[in-house]
């Protein structure tokens, strides 16, 4: 089974972060990347609008808008072209920083060799749910523990990175290995054929916190609405 | 906030809201002598007055506690105010370590967090100051001699 198959069959979570580039070059794309980029759509919706106010409007509204797009425009065109990718190179066996604007003054930078990169699923400590893959410091939310663990099987397999899992027996790390030598077993991991792995929960916990604490709350209120009403109703016979 | 108590080498109990019923007195000084001395006939004030005496009820019965019991080998976490709320019991085998991590959206709040054996996380005490936050989870990690991890990331938020 090639890589590109292989690729496909990932989740779509998995697969938004790990992008397939050209010539087989896979690369994940940097939190700064992200940041940049949410920035730059924050800054396009208010300059989208201000360019719209400077061509309704006219006198010294338009003039101040139109100073203000002016200097949006610029911003935003830096700030949507930022790239920042992981790549995995196999040829060279080295992660490499990939950085540019607007695919122009490619800079790439060597990282850690691939057989020195670790690669960890490890659990969103906010959430009680989801999975998330961490590389260099850098976080990337999967999503379930499946769909983690075959991003980590996927680099391990074909960047020979090394997987570590931190989920099954946290807070302690162990390397992840592939259960059975076939491909297959990837893809069977994928559509959740595996029953022996250990996403399968015999007991599932509901925390306090996920119950519905409000409904049970309000109930003594209609009992005092009932006392209530009594309490009228004695007051003004008395009164 | 939460309060350890030691009740015996095998069971623990982290209590929260003790003085909760100082805040009662004030709700029940409105609510009693109106109550007694009969309430207006208007919707609006039995209806107003019905959430006061629900307010107060809760500020005066509520009782959270997390529970360690070694000699039945659980931890319950409880919620009850005079009748239950909500309640969790995990066998104490099941629980691999406590963390204190950020609350999911919020701003220098932190959680105390408990991860089990099956992988899945469940929440203890939510939106604490870091501090307390520690303190609970390590007398929690202690008691039950597991580990006590901090998970809190700087970044956003």
Redesign the interface.
Known sequence: MSIQTDYSSLSKGARWHLKAGVEGRYYLIGSSQVTWIIIGLIALVSGLSSAFMAIVLSGAEQVIYTVVTFLLWPFIILALGRRHHFVFDRHQGQLLHRKSWWGLFVKELPGPPLSELKVVVA?I?????GCQLEVLKQ?FTVGS?EQTRQLALFLHRYFKVQAVDR?????EERPLVLPVTEPEAVMAIAVGKDNKG??V???????????Y?VL??????PL??I???L??L???R?? | MGHWIEISPTQGKLVFGRRAWMWAIPFLLLVIPT???????EPPM??G???A??FS??LLCVRHSIAIDKNRGVLI???S?L?P????E?PLDEI??F?V????FERRRY?V?M??????????V?RGVRQEAERQGQYLADFCQR?L?D?V?EGFG
């Open positions: 659990p400590a906010e959430l009680s749910e976080r523990l989920v099954t027996e946290w807070p250990p996403s929960l015999p007991v599932t916990y509901r925390g306090v916190w996920e119950r604490i049970k709350l309000v109930w003594p209120f005092f609405v006392l209530g009403v309490s009228m004695i007051g003004n008395g009164g | 109550g007694l001395t009969g309430l207006p006939g039995i209806l007055w019905a959430l005496a629900t009820w809760h976490h409880s919620l105010s009748y709320i909500a309640r969790l995990v691999s370590g963390y991590s950020r609350a999911a959680s967090m991860s089990l054996s099956n992988g899945q996380r469940i929440c203890l939510k580990p991890k998970e990331r």
